[in-house]
């Protein structure tokens, strides 16, 4: 049976530090997790950058520069930079750490969208920093913007120009029929690596018949020609990922969509949830990819091509 790669998703920009302690913000804390969530068995580490003097989403180059060298000395896992970044950067802001770093993968959102983070405000606690609460309460009036010609001019700077292969980010159906559209024009060729996003507010919710109908649209749009992941936001992130499993899928975690490894307890680590997944991915009787055999599934360019 096809391994499974297992992602991981280290900080994320969309948690923010007083929502938990464990939440890596500085260079050495995300280096430091995202080597111990590949000695776990992530094959992919997907990372954002975070200011480390308090922990607000950046952009800044620098700050990715902060973690990817130890990365690459500590492990051989494949790293995907987000061009996601936060929905409160201009695009230009997303891509400049990408495209400095030039790495194997980076993710690409096929669609313009609402991200609404602002419930997860409501719970009343004391905010470490100011940013945290206008941020998170802001959501409400604000597009996570990936226009058909942003899209086109990623897959081209990233893609084309930078050998990154991608991690196609779905979080609904249309997003799968804009994606063939881009296979259509031969700016994607295979093999097409989608990660179905649920449980994002904005997006589609993380349930079973949405990840069915999902895949089956895949199916009918990609062939043989794509590999899906799960990846689902909040309390719904390990049953999908063992559906996803079940399915024949690939998984990601981690603490930019979940920070809890059980009902109200708080992942201490990244590390903490991919051993989670593995044993889950084990306990069905399916391996788990390592970095090279992962580099092989999706044609990546190799460890020794990225610019970190
Ligand atoms: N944080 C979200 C606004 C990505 O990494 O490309 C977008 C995101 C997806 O995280
Ligand atoms: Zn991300």
């Given at each position: 049976m096809l391994k499974i790669i297992i992602s991981c998703a280290i900080t994320g920009s969309i948690h923010t530090p007083s929502m938990s302690p464990h939440l890596p913000v500085t260079g050495e804390e995300i280096a430091a997790q995202a080597i111990e969530a590949a000695q776990a068995g992530a094959a992919i580490l997907h990372l954002h950058a975070r200011d480390?003097?308090?922990?607000r989403p950046s952009a800044d180059p620098a700050h990715f520069m902060g973690f990817l060298p130890a990365i690459r000395q500590g492990c051989d896992a494949v790293v995907n930079l987000s061009t996601g970044g936060s929905a409160v950067m201009s695009l230009d802001e997303r891509l400049a750490g990408p495209l400095a770093a030039r790495p194997e993968m980076a993710s690409l959102n096929m669609g313009t969208m609402n991200f609404a983070l602002y419930p997860m405000a409501a719970k009343p606690r004391e905010w470490k920093h100011a940013w945290e609460e206008p941020f998170l309460r802001g959501s409400d009036d604000l597009v996570f913007r990936n226009t058909p010609r942003d899209i086109e001019g990623i897959l081209r700077r990233m893609?084309?120009?930078?050998?990154a292969r991608f991690?196609?980010?779905?979080?609904?159906l249309g997003h799968l029929h804009m994606l063939a559209h881009f296979r259509d024009r031969g700016l994607v060729r295979a093999p097409i690596f989608i990660q179905f996003v649920m449980g994002v507010l904005g997006g589609v919710a993380a349930e079973p018949e949405h990840l069915t109908h999902m895949k089956a649209t895949a199916d009918r749009l990609f062939g043989n020609d794509y590999l899906f992941s799960v990846l689902a936001a909040g309390r719904m992130q390990f049953p999908m990922a063992a559906i996803a499993a079940g399915m024949g899928g690939h998984v990601r975690v981690g603490l930019e969509d979940?920070?809890?490894?059980?009902?109200?307890v708080l992942a201490k680590s990244n590390a903490e949830q991919v051993r989670k997944v593995r044993a889950m991915v084990e306990a069905l009787g399916r391996e788990v990819a390592t970095p090279d055999e992962t580099r092989a599934m999706l044609e990546l360019k190799g460890a020794g091509k990225v610019g970190f």
């Open positions: 480390p003097a308090d922990g893609g084309e120009e930078r050998g991690e196609f980010e779905c979080y609904d979940n920070l809890f490894i059980s009902r109200g």
